[in-house]
């Protein structure tokens, strides 16, 4: 068993092409977003167990010999719907509570009591997570919360190796434990979410860009070199898994505090020469949508109009290929023509979404600002409110995109100014984390 604090992170996602077209059997664009969760794991000897979520207001704590007498039998047999409310029992909360947020809890339960039975005793651990990424806003918070959670109880139980060696400050483990992690993550993302794509915890396992289509996941070729200030991450074996919330699910305002200017922020990531990591935008409106709803009302536009949104979507189809195509391209030799691409690929994919049905006057607005000032904008995820992306081009200068964040801001929106392309999960050293992630995860010795 693992005796000293154990830090780990992972990013959140966001959709580049493909939102409401994937559901048709097209192909969407995932990209891990440099927001990220963090979770800290102290091991001890005091008989409890406590998760402490400071984003949410939860903070919970177990006797360790009332988890250890537990007839745990039921996580492996039944359907999942009793595994849930069989785990909101051992949670405390009741029956009928319908705060999604309180999932998490039995999240980390199903994890910790079946990855931990491997060990004589259940351990004793302090457990605290703390996220950059507003929850609910289809940006994957819930799957960096079950990446991180299977990471660092395997590590913690020694399943797998912990990989920072003396003297540095992250490290990654090796695809086979990936590989693992990723496994466990998923079945924290079916406790919260029912039944998951699977698209979330691949990006914030493995980072970089995946591609979906019909149930299918799998790396963008040489996405290596797409990757937050050079950070090398193996990609996924292709996996098969059923299709759900690909979009995203319910959206809330932000609590996390404004991102530090684009790029990676944790020290001891090597940045190679002439690499930069693909900046954007993040905005979220705080519109509160269903995707549930949008999903259905997409559906019901194509059934009554065929021949009009049959092409649309194949158009979709063509736009997500065709950004694949050029961030190939740019693996191998970014130019600003590349951008220039990108830009036009965004507004024709954007007023495709508006004629599905998915758009919203925030969104229209949110657009109207960032072309005021020479940038591109488009949904990312479900749409009807939500978060938007503005691709920031190498060549702006700072008062250019200052200027319009403080535009973004002054309509009510969220802004954070990040990149896409993130390294998937690793551990870290103490001393490499922001004062402020360190502030938020407690005390770290």
């Not at 693992?2 to 059997?25: C, D, W």
């Not at 938007?388 to 802004?415: H, M, N, Y």
Request: proline share 5%.
């Amino acid at each position: 068993m693992l005796s000293q604090v154990l830090l780990v992170s992972a990013p959140g996602k966001v959709i580049l092409h493909g939102e409401h077209s994937v559901v048709h059997g097209k192909v969407a664009l995932a990209v891990a977003l440099n927001l990220r969760t963090f979770l800290r794991l102290q091991p001890h000897n005091s008989g409890k167990v406590s998760l402490r979520l400071p984003n949410i207001g939860i903070q919970q704590t177990w006797d360790v010999a009332r988890l250890q007498l537990l007839d745990t039998s039921f996580l492996e047999q039944g359907d999942l719907t009793e595994q849930v409310e069989k785990l909101k029992e051992v949670a405390g909360f009741s029956k009928d509570s319908t705060n999604h947020d309180c999932l998490a809890v039995p999240a980390f339960l199903y994890l910790y009591l079946t990855i931990c039975r491997s060990q004589r005793t259940l351990p004793s651990l302090d457990i605290a997570v703390w996220s950059e990424l507003p929850t609910g806003a289809g940006l994957g918070s819930s799957a960096a919360y079950s990446v991180c959670l299977a990471a660092a109880l395997l590590t913690a139980c020694e399943e797998i190796p912990n990989p920072l060696k003396d003297g540095e400050a992250t490290g990654r483990w090796t695809e086979e434990n990936l590989e693992l992690i990723n496994k466990w993550a998923f079945q924290g993302e079916r406790v919260i979410h029912g039944n998951p794509s699977g698209v979330d915890n691949a990006v914030s396992t493995w980072g970089g860009a995946l591609r979906y289509q019909q149930g299918k996941i799998s790396p963008l070729k040489r996405t290596h070199t797409f990757l937050c200030s050079g950070c090398t991450v193996p990609g996924p074996r292709a996996i098969k898994m059923d299709l759900d919330l690909v979009l995203g699910s319910r959206n809330r305002p932000a609590q996390a505090t404004e991102r530090q200017r684009g790029g990676c922020h944790h020290e001891g990531v090597p940045v190679e020469q002439g690499q930069s990591p693909r900046k954007i935008l993040l905005v979220n409106t705080k519109v509160p949508r269903s995707t549930k709803a949008l999903v259905a009302s997409v559906r019901n536009r194509m059934l009554k109009f065929p021949e009009i949104i049959a092409p649309l979507l194949a158009s979709m189809d063509a736009i997500s290929l065709e950004c694949e195509r050029v961030l190939g391209e740019m693996a191998a030799a970014p130019a600003l023509e590349h951008y220039l691409v990108l830009e036009e690929l965004i507004d024709m994919n954007q007023h495709h979404l508006n004629a599905l049905g998915v758009g919203h006057a925030s969104l229209d607005q949110l657009c109207q600002v960032t072309t005021a000032h020479g940038l591109h904008s488009k949904l990312t995820g479900a749409g009807g409110g939500g978060c938007g992306i503005t691709l920031l081009r190498p060549d702006l200068e700072r008062p250019e995109v200052e200027d319009t964040k403080q535009a973004l801001t002054s309509c009510g929106f969220d802004c954070w100014e990040t990149s896409i392309g993130a390294p998937g999960i690793f551990v870290h050293m103490a001393a490499s984390l922001d004062a402020s992630v360190q502030q938020a995860l407690g005390d770290l010795r």
